[in-house]
């Protein structure tokens, strides 16, 4: 049986700030996100027409490489960043800013008339205002992310809201090294 707001017919569209994710389970799980259980809850049986991930680097670091392939082979268009400095903090401490929202609210405006649903996987408030000029237009609006770091203004805006660790296995395995 299909969740309730599910049709077989709907077309999906998910938009995945790994960035936010990655840190709220790093900072309350202690755990790695696994994005292609993210994806699979996200479409749910309904035609995905895109599911993109939006991930920040660090210019030079290589680090984050088999991450960003990962996603590309599990059904994510990756859309990159690099950190920006924004200005020397403290003690000569260098602040850098890298933020996908308003790429996240443009690439959903995109695609509005070939969506039904947009999934967002982010907690982040910020997105109230354009999520709701989704459901103006009739789209229905799904978040998933993490109960403890999304903003109650966010849950309270969307048709569903999942705790993402709720969904089938919504955490990678640790390596054996970590255990």
Known sequence: MEPLGHHQDQRVGVFVDTQNLYHSARDYYERNVNFESLLRYAVGGRRLVRATAYVVEKEGDTSAWPFIYKLSTIGYRVR?????????????????????????AADMVRLMPYLDVVVL???????????????????????????????????????????????????????????
């Open 121 to 179: 996987g982010s907690g982040d408030g910020d997105f109230v205002e354009i999520l709701e000029v989704l459901m103006e237009r009739g789209i229905r609006v799904e978040v998933i992310a993490f109960r403890e770091t999304t903003a109650q203004k966010l849950i309270d805006a969307v048709d569903r809201f999942t705790h993402l660790p709720d969904i089938p296995n919504p955490f990678m395995e640790p390596k054996a090294a970590e255990r």
């Open 80 to 104: 990159r960043m690099y950190l920006t400095l924004k200005e020397v903090g403290e003690g000569g401490r260098p602040i850098y800013e890298g933020n996908w929202d308003m790429g996240i």
